[in-house]
């Protein structure tokens, strides 16, 4: 079964540190990871995603995740948090196995991610 | 590029009175588009995967006779919702693929907040 997992509901930082939001995934074959951010009352806004290749995927706004293919891990960073950045963030993975779901994302259930000046 | 735009933002309708909802890729050709439903501070429910020209798929337990989906043309995906009721309420949100395959992101658009009284 394809799944993913965002284990924090929120995280909360203060301006200028780093932030990790955890994701950890299983999914048929090879994965294909994104991660979307959604502002209030807003559909989501791709940030980055992992194909294939480096390990270390940057993205938008200053955004970089790590794949982690023992730990089925696909965390999002950013070395220094801005206020901006506080929104709800969500992991998916595409599995590029699996027949009828073939294409589909499936989606972690969100983690609302708070910076504070 | 890879705007999807979808109309309306926002829309109060009586219960019992049908409401549809407009799902637009202005900028690329959609073959595959994705209806989502998310309860707040929750994650996206997959309701239905919208294929152009074929009748859409729908996820386990979306009653596909109160939610109509239509994707007459490769740039165009609606939802009505049917007979809705209070229950109904919530945040509607479509995606598209791109026409990268299954390398390419999601293009979401702005959703749509349906209050239903």
């Known amino acids: 079964a394809q799944s993913v997992a965002q284990p924090e509901d929120q995280v909360n930082v203060a301006e200028g540190n780093p932030l990790t939001v955890k994701c950890t995934y299983s999914?048929?074959?090879?994965?294909?990871l994104f991660w979307y951010v959604q502002y209030p009352n807003r559909g989501l806004q791709f940030l980055l995603k992992y194909i294939t290749g480096d390990n270390l995927v940057k993205g938008s706004y200053g955004f970089e995740a790590e794949f982690n293919k023992s730990q089925t891990s696909f965390h999002l960073k950013k070395p220094s948090a801005l206020v901006s950045d506080s929104a709800l963030y969500f992991c998916a993975v595409r599995p590029s196995l699996g027949g009828s779901t073939l294409g589909r994302l499936y989606f972690g259930r969100g983690t609302q991610l708070t910076v504070w000046p | 590029g890879a705007v999807v735009s979808q109309h309306p933002s926002r829309v109060i309708c009586k219960s019992g009175t049908s409401v549809k909802i407009e799902c637009r890729s202005l900028?690329?050709?959609?073959?595959?588009m994705f209806w989502y439903r998310q309860f707040p501070k929750q994650s996206l429910m997959l309701m239905a995967t919208s294929n152009e020209g074929s009748k859409a798929t729908y996820e386990q337990g979306v009653e596909k006779d109160k939610f109509l989906i239509n994707h007459a043309s490769l740039t165009l995906s609606t939802l009505t919702v049917t007979s809705a009721h209070p229950e109904d309420s919530s945040f509607y949100i479509c995606?598209?693929?791109?026409?990268?395959?299954?390398?390419?992101?999601?293009?979401f658009g702005n959703g749509t907040r349906l209050t239903v009284t």
């Open positions: 995606s598209a693929t791109g026409q990268g395959g299954y390398n390419s992101p999601l293009h």
């Open positions: 999914v048929s074959g090879n994965p294909y």
């Open positions: 900028d690329f050709q959609a073959t595959t």
